[in-house]
């Protein structure tokens, strides 16, 4: 696997494949890398024949009381699971170097209405800092296609909306998300979690398949969220919010629609967890 920081090395590696023909795939990550983020490069590898990783903690996507500086930062191990993933390109650039003028003077990228609730409201300006960091990263790789996981529904479909809204030629791939046998969905927070808190944390997934088993007989949609934040908090957590919503607009659900998916975040100890169910009614 070639590492590179610098965007120039970047650029030459990318062109010379793109003269000898070949497709490229994208894994953009922020490091602390997991089985969920190896099954991404796995599925990269099924749709190209070059696949290029990122591993670059983007301060963009952090709010002023949220603590970058203590976001895990492990590049020997994550180095080592892309190596044995046969990642082929793996690009590491500094803050410096995706933000020369510095945030405030960067020019941005916002997706409107699918990034407004939800994770949205919670942590205001974050899809802000990933679609402008995306789109940033996809201009330098231009990849054929790029996977991003589940986990991250509001995500998807944030950058999802971009590409369509800016006639970017990036097919995304969507990934199935990686559980522990508890069902508790692979994260990098999962390691801010004790092990008492490990055995209350599968209880989001739980309620949220709890929550899609009764949503097929019962539309009262709000009624049952709120019940499924109940127990999520009798568990021990703190619900941060649990919605049914349109799977692809992200709005409440409506009695009519078919295609839905239920967004849930909650705080277990210092970690705050999120998690998601698509249905189909
Ligand atoms: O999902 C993540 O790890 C990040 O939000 C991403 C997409 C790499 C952008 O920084």
Redesign the pocket.
């Known amino acids: 696997m070639k590492i590179v920081s610098k965007i120039d090395e970047l650029r030459l590696q990318i062109s010379q494949w793109r003269q000898q023909g070949l497709k490229i795939a994208f894994v953009?990550?922020?490091g602390n890398l997991h089985a969920g983020?190896i099954s991404l490069v796995a599925e990269a590898h099924r749709h190209a024949d070059k696949v290029v990783a990122?591993i670059?903690?983007?301060p963009m996507?952090f709010g002023a009381h949220e603590d970058i500086d203590n976001y895990p930062r492990t590049m020997e191990n994550d180095q080592q699971q892309l190596i044995a993933a046969s990642t082929d390109l793996l690009f590491t650039p500094t803050p410096s170097i995706i933000y020369p003028k510095g945030l405030d003077k960067q020019t941005y990228v916002e997706v409107p209405n699918v990034s407004d609730g939800y994770c949205g409201e919670s942590r205001p300006g974050h899809f802000r800092?990933?679609s402008t960091?995306?789109c940033k990263?996809f201009n330098l790789v231009q990849p054929d296609i790029a996977c991003?996981?589940l986990k991250?529904y509001q995500?998807v479909q944030v950058?999802q909306t971009m590409v369509e809204d800016l006639s970017m030629p990036i097919e995304i791939i969507p990934v199935a998300t990686v559980r522990e046998t508890s069902g508790l969905a692979l994260s990098?927070r999962n390691g801010y979690l004790t092990q008492e808190q490990l055995k209350i944390a599968p209880a989001l997934a739980q309620n949220i398949q709890w929550l899609a088993k009764e949503i097929k007989t019962n539309n009262d949609f709000i009624g049952l969220a709120k019940k499924a934040a109940s127990y999520i908090n009798n568990a021990g957590m703190k619900t941060d919010y649990i919605h049914i919503c349109h799977a692809r607009t992200l709005q409440p659900a409506s009695e009519d629609d078919k295609e839905l998916v239920i967004l849930a975040a909650a705080h277990c100890g210092k970690a705050r967890l999120i998690d998601n169910l698509q249905v189909t009614l």
């Open positions: 953009p990550t922020m983020h990122s670059f903690v983007n996507q800092g990933v960091v995306v990263l991003f996981g991250d995500q950058i990098s």
